[in-house]
């Protein structure tokens, strides 16, 4: 079960170390903003599992985090640096190490990125997304785990600390692999995260109970706020097989819609038969957020990236612009002309 044998570039093995010298380094984990399960859950369990070997490492978080994360073991514990941001800086200002998950470019974090680059602490970027821009000292990047939860295990048995792995880690890492893969669903559920989910099951972690916590823990208004959307908002583009779902300010408002909230509402367009190419518009306020999930030859980053500003994986990424929503709306339709070869078919 090492994969990671195979990886180029990948010098995590150095930082053991640093991890195990007498003087214990002072240790900070960031992830990028309005975390989901994969964020949260790898931050915690990798803080949890440094616990198990002596080190407090205090996990701080760019922005807030929706309610059905709140389950995790040490949550209630970690620091949001929008709300905490002179604590966030001096606890940076003092660490050695700083764990980057889930992502791995800190423009990502926004300003809590300038505050991470400028520190002398060593930078640790474990992630899975495509194009690390190299901020890091230390790595472990692979776009073939299926998630950031997964290349935690790959860091426990690299670093030989597999044996150490209880239940409440077992059940951090568990929430990450189940939601990055949809259920194990996606393409990216290798044989390997079924032996890594196999492994985190034997420390104890509860899929049942896991997947309530997450899935079955949406507000009324949330709920409600899915089938006005479905049933008002979606537009289909029977011509390039895409589905639209686009959100005004006010919307998010009259449900009182909060963080995380949204989180799913994308992937409804794309279990339409034929569709190709499902893409959900919110009016965040400060910026239009858009969410692109695809199906077959789109890319959905290559496309993000060129025409809004984002990124992410071949088949789900993401992006955001400063243009009133109705523009946004408008350079998307004209820019999946573009893809016709492509979605048109
Ligand atoms: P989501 O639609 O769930 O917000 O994001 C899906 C994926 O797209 C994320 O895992 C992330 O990799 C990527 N992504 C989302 N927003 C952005 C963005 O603004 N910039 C970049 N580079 N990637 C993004
Ligand atoms: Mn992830």
């Known amino acids: ?65 929706g309610d059905f994360l709140k389950w995790m073991s040490g949550e209630d514990t970690v620091i949001n640096f929008e709300f905490n941001q002179k604590k966030s800086k001096e606890i940076v200002s003092k660490a050695d190490l700083v764990f980057c998950l889930d992502f791995n470019a800190l423009k990502r974090i926004n300003e809590f990125g300038e505050i991470v680059r400028l520190s002398s602490a060593k930078k640790v970027m474990i992630d899975h997304h495509l194009q690390p821009d190299g901020f890091e000292d230390y790595r472990l990047w692979s776009n073939i785990a299926s998630s950031t939860c997964e290349l935690i295990y790959w860091f426990a048995e690299e ?50 109970l896991i997947f309530e916590a997450i899935y079955d823990h949406y507000s009324e208004n949330r709920t409600r ?23 005004t300010a006010d919307e998010l408002k009259r449900f009182n819609i909060k963080v995380g909230d949204s989180e799913g509402l994308v992937n409804y367009g794309l279990s339409i038969e034929g569709i190709k190419l499902s893409v959900l518009i919110v009016d965040r306020t ?60």
């Not at 951090?172 to 559920?189: E, P, Q, R």
């Not at 025409?307 to 004209?334: C, D, I, M, R, W």
């Open 1 to 65: 079960m090492r994969p990671i044998k195979t990886l180029l570039l990948n010098n995590i093995i150095d930082i053991k170390p640093i991890l195990e010298a007498k003087k214990k380094p002072n240790v900070v984990i960031t992830t990028h903003h309005k975390p989901d399960a994969d964020a949260l859950g790898s931050s915690l369990g990798l803080s949890l599992l440094l616990k198990q070997i002596g080190i407090d490492a205090t996990v701080i978080t760019p922005t807030d985090y």
């Open 225 to 247: 706020f899915i089938g006005f959307c479905l049933n008002e908002k979606l537009q289909i583009i029977r011509e390039y097989n895409t589905a639209l779902v686009c959100v």
């Open 286 to 345: 400060v910026a239009r957020k858009m969410s692109f999930r695809a199906k077959g030859d789109f890319p959905a980053n290559e496309f993000a990236r060129k025409y809004f500003n984002g990124g992410g994986h071949f088949s789900a990424a993401g992006g955001e612009s400063k243009e009133p929503l109705e523009e946004v709306e408008a350079t998307f339709k004209q820019a999946i002309t573009e893809y016709s070869n492509i979605l048109s078919q």
């Open 159 to 208: 670093l030989s600390y597999t044996h150490l792995i209880n239940k409440d880690i077992a059940s951090c890492l568990y929430a990450g692999i189940m939601t990055d893969t949809a259920g194990f669903k996606h393409s990216s559920t290798t044989p390997t995260t079924h032996r890594v989910t196999a492994h985190l099951l034997e420390k104890g972690a509860k899929s049942n």
